[in-house]
């Protein structure tokens, strides 16, 4: 599903983000991203998205060579994937409505299945009857599950989260990743990056570890998906 063969990122200056990266996470699976801050785990995540692209090795998601996909192809592409932000980035001046249909907007869908959709995806981050709120009436934890509907209102084969509980207490970020969990036991694969460590360990599910651009633990070897 997810699978980096020797990938290296280097920026303008020198720089290397990443360094000979190989990693395969497989269709269905929940796996935890960490690292110090620089670590590359943005970086990372910015290539599986189409962000930015590698300076050497391949990244391949959902069976596609990102270095093949041309620029005009990549909002297709992304159509595949759900993306939490750490800071939401909200419309704060349109509804919590509004903030969720924007992806179906954005692809055209029919407004009746548009309403139907973010309606469960409402409902599934506990939200339905906020609706109508814009997300400055919300608290910080209401306004990430906000960014959580948004993300998963497309039905995407791919999660991803960059430090979705940044900002938010323990009991909320608990919350937060157990949303993330639900999804992930309907078939959605879910990579979270985050450096909240004590939260990590509480759930059992596998741990990549990055330490200044390089993977410190053993990708799992399974089959290519």
């Known amino acids: 599903m997810i699978r980096f063969d020797q990938v290296s990122k280097r920026y303008e200056g020198g720089h290397e983000a990443l360094s000979s990266v190989n990693l395969h996470i497989q269709k269905g699976e929940m796996v935890f991203l960490t690292g110090h801050s620089g670590a590359g785990k943005s970086t990372l995540l910015k290539l599986i998205t189409r962000t930015e692209t590698c300076s050497s090795g391949q990244v391949r998601v959902n069976n596609q060579l990102l270095h093949r996909i041309s620029r005009r192809q990549v909002p297709f592409f992304r159509r595949h994937l759900g993306i939490v932000h750490q800071d939401h ?69 791919i999660l991803l989260a960059d430090e979705p509980t940044g900002n938010l207490d323990p009991a909320l970020s608990k919350d937060i990743m157990n949303l993330f969990a639900e999804f992930n036991r ?40």
Do not use: C, W
């Open 89 to 157: 980035q909200l419309l704060m001046d349109h509804t919590v409505y509004d903030n969720v249909a924007l992806p179906l907007v954005i692809a055209g869908e029919h407004p009746k299945d548009i309403s139907r959709r973010v309606r469960a995806a409402l409902d599934k981050v506990g939200l339905l009857k906020r609706e109508k709120y814009r997300p400055i009436q919300l608290s910080g934890g209401e306004q990430q599950r906000v960014g959580i509907a948004r993300a998963v209102v497309k039905k995407p084969v």
């Open 186 to 225: 309907v078939g959605t694969t879910v990579l979270i990056a985050s450096h909240d460590l004590g939260l990590i360990a509480r759930l059992n599910y596998r741990v990549l570890s990055l330490n200044q651009g390089k993977l410190m633990t053993t990708p799992f070897d399974g089959a290519q998906s």
